[in-house]
């Protein structure tokens, strides 16, 4: 079933378009067309309503070859920011999510999508000083490991200084100022 969300009712905090039942299935599809604008659109802000009831499933874009998936998500997503990468997609017309409902005679749903063209910096610089994370001071970093979250590649160095080679100095180099680069840890062994 296809809900076009040009249509919804609106207030400052929450979008309500009503997903209706669709012959039983378990799946509903809701897109909303993006306004055309100078600025690429790469990230979407989205959560439902009942919680426990319905989830997000797949978060889809529409480019100029068709309808790309960028998010295969979990069965207990229900809210969250989406980020693809306009590398690969270019210039996206329509935003789409696929719903899974775990109780199949629920009638309505409250949605909130709100796509979102950001900017970045094209390099940036993350410091982390070890010591805090030990409560010591008198050691030095054995090694570490960086878990990037987006993209799974993203262009970085690494480095360590001060006393006692504490403080991991991160520098990211963006190949575009439409994609970020997340970092969602950094494991450290100390001497």
């Known amino acids: 079933m296809e809900f076009d969300l040009t249509g919804m009712m ?18 509903l599809w809701l897109y909303m067309p993006l306004i055309e604008s100078s600025l690429l659109p790469n990230n979407l802000e989205f959560a439902v309503m009942p919680g426990g009831s319905v989830y997000v499933r797949y978060v ?20 969250g920011r989406f980020w693809w990468d306009v590398r690969s997609t270019g210039r996206v017309t329509a935003v789409g999510v696929s719903l899974i409902r775990s109780n199949l005679s629920m009638r309505t749903a409250l949605v909130r999508m709100v796509p979102y063209s950001t900017r970045f910096q094209e390099s940036g ?21 960086l878990y990037p979250s987006f993209p799974s590649s993203p262009s970085m160095t690494a480095s360590l200084s001060g006393s006692g080679n ?7 180099n963006r190949l575009t100022p439409y994609v970020p680069s997340i970092l969602s840890g950094i494991r450290v062994e100390k001497l």
Do not use: C
């Open 60 to 79: 889809y874009v529409r480019t100029s070859s068709g309808w790309v998936q960028v998010i295969n998500g979990h069965s207990n997503l229900m809210a």
């Open 166 to 172: 504490s403080v991991i100095r991160v520098v990211i």
């Open 125 to 145: 610089v993350a410091e982390f000083d070890t010591r805090a994370g030990f409560l010591d001071s008198s050691f030095s970093v054995k090694s570490w490991t």
């Open 10 to 27: 609106e207030d400052p905090n929450w979008n309500y378009p009503i997903p209706l039942p669709d012959m039983g299935r378990q799946y």
